[in-house]
């Protein structure tokens, strides 16, 4: 099955899917075969064992961990930034183990959007241009580029700091310039890492209620986290530990 074209993000229907996906039912639009992902030594470590998991689209899953458990080689190898070292990883039903390394990058490009603890914001680029900047690559036509800008930082509650320079903004505006840069190009599928790390209390609430919203609107949302109350606020629950995984009822 070929990966599908951009586009599918925030508008598009959920359906969800279980953890194991019966015969004939629902494509999960992320799926772990049997993933095992080790690192020569010696001696060799495997962060990742016999890993299987399915994802559907429009769940909401928290992926939570103590540091070192595996959390973060599992969002290199959602992400497309890492490979197993075993079994396949499958997104929207295409087994992504031969694309090319261009290949992947038009692919995350496309169907990924990213969102991490320390923000990754241009530092001397606007708001508006640090929003702009992925749809260079995602395929977003250039007419549509600046509008569809506005109305993801309109979203994010930003339309009054599009000429702001990142190091002006709070560290909540800061996080809320990257998920409006993570959605705009319309992925599939958001990786949240650590996204509330470098935020207080409120603030936190306020980003964590921004992705509920996105959720809402059919957004597939993984959010990886170390903070048990943060992962609770997801529908699917999945415990790692010293590379494997478990789901909570």
């Given at each position: 099955?070929p990966?599908p074209?951009a586009?599918?993000?925030p508008?598009?229907?959920p359906t969800?899917?279980p953890?194991t996906?019966?015969m004939g039912?629902p494509?999960p639009l992320v799926e772990?075969?049997d993933?095992?992902?080790?690192?020569p030594?010696?001696p060799?470590?495997q962060?990742?064992?016999?890993?299987?998991l399915?994802?559907?689209?429009?769940?909401?899953?928290?992926?939570v961990?103590?540091?070192?458990s595996?959390k973060?080689?599992?969002?290199?190898i959602?992400?497309?930034?890492?490979?197993?070292?075993?079994?396949?990883y499958?997104?929207a039903g295409a087994?992504t183990?031969?694309l090319?390394?261009?290949?992947?990058?038009a692919v995350r490009?496309?169907?990924?959007?990213?969102?991490?603890?320390?923000?990754h914001l241009m530092?001397?680029?606007?708001v508006?241009?640090?929003?702009?900047?992925?749809?260079?690559?995602s395929?977003?036509?250039?007419?549509?580029?600046?509008?569809?800008?506005?109305?993801a930082?309109e979203?994010?509650?930003?339309?009054?700091?599009?000429?702001?320079?990142p190091?002006?903004l709070s560290?909540?505006?800061?996080?809320?310039?990257?998920?409006a840069?993570?959605?705009?190009?319309?992925?599939?599928?958001l990786?949240?890492?650590?996204?509330t790390?470098n935020?207080?209390?409120?603030t936190?609430?306020?980003v964590?209620?921004?992705f509920?919203?996105l959720?809402?609107?059919?957004?597939?949302?993984?959010?990886i986290t170390?903070?048990t109350a943060?992962a609770q606020?997801?529908?699917r629950?999945?415990r790692?530990l010293?590379?494997?995984?478990?789901?909570?009822?």
């Open positions: 099955m990966l074209p586009g599918g993000g508008n598009a229907t969800g899917a953890a996906v019966a039912g494509v772990f075969v993933v095992t992902r080790a690192f030594g010696p060799e470590v962060a990742l064992k016999d890993v299987n399915a994802i559907g689209q429009g769940d909401y899953v928290s992926i961990g103590p540091s070192g595996g973060s080689t599992m969002l290199n959602l992400g497309l930034l890492d490979r197993p070292s075993v079994g396949q499958r997104l087994h183990g031969d090319t390394e261009d290949e992947r990058a490009a496309r169907l990924i959007g990213f969102v991490f603890q320390s923000f530092q001397h680029r606007s508006l241009d640090n929003v702009l900047m992925p749809m260079l690559y395929g977003v036509p250039r007419a549509e580029r600046e509008s569809r800008a506005l109305a930082l979203r994010v509650g930003l339309s009054h700091r599009l000429g702001f320079l190091s002006t560290g909540g505006e800061r996080q809320r310039v990257a998920v840069r993570a959605v705009v190009s319309g992925p599939q599928l990786l949240a890492d650590e996204p790390g935020l207080d209390q409120a936190s609430g306020e964590l209620a921004l509920e919203e959720h809402a609107d059919g957004l597939t949302l993984v959010v170390h903070d943060i606020r997801a529908s629950h999945i790692i010293d590379g494997r995984c478990s789901e909570a009822a």
